[in-house]
Nanobody, 124 residues
Framework: QVQLVESGGGVVQAGGSLRLSCAAT????????MGWFRRAPGKEREFVAA????????FYADSVKGRFTISRDNAKNTVHLQMNSLKPEDTAVYYC?????????????????WGQGTQVTVSS
């Protein structure tokens, strides 16, 4: 079992930055692919970014590419999402997720564990 707890959300003006963190406890964190997803009001949960455990490769949704950076620290069992040049359309609840099984990192169905989410609000 893996428990995930997000932090770092808040309210920021357009063009600003936030850094989200996800702390993992439980099983060996380093063996999990880790992802960030978000759900905006009235919309489906969508993929934001992910990093694989095997190679540390990173993947991003087109909407955040060049603005967001995912990173992980296996020694501290944490994964971060640095969000720069934020836009009002980035407003959402952001979720950290972990998966042990193979499969596309962008697919929510492949993830076994989810955090409770942290709210990010970008004002115009």
């Amino acid at each position: 079992q893996v428990q995930l707890v997000e932090s770092g959300g808040g309210v920021v003006q357009a063009g600003g930055s936030l850094r989200l963190s996800c702390a993992a406890t439980g099983r060996t964190f380093s063996n999990y692919d880790m992802g960030w997803f978000r759900r905006a009001p009235g919309k489906e949960r969508e993929f934001v970014a992910a990093t694989t455990w095997s190679s540390g490769s990173t993947f991003y949704a087109d909407s955040v590419k060049g603005r967001f950076t995912i990173s992980r620290d296996n020694a501290k069992n944490t994964v971060h999402l640095q969000m720069n040049s934020l836009k009002p359309e980035d407003t959402a609840v952001y979720y950290c997720a972990g998966k042990r099984v193979s499969g596309a990192v962008a697919a929510t169905r492949n993830y076994d564990y989810w955090g409770q989410g942290t709210q990010v609000t970008v004002s115009s």
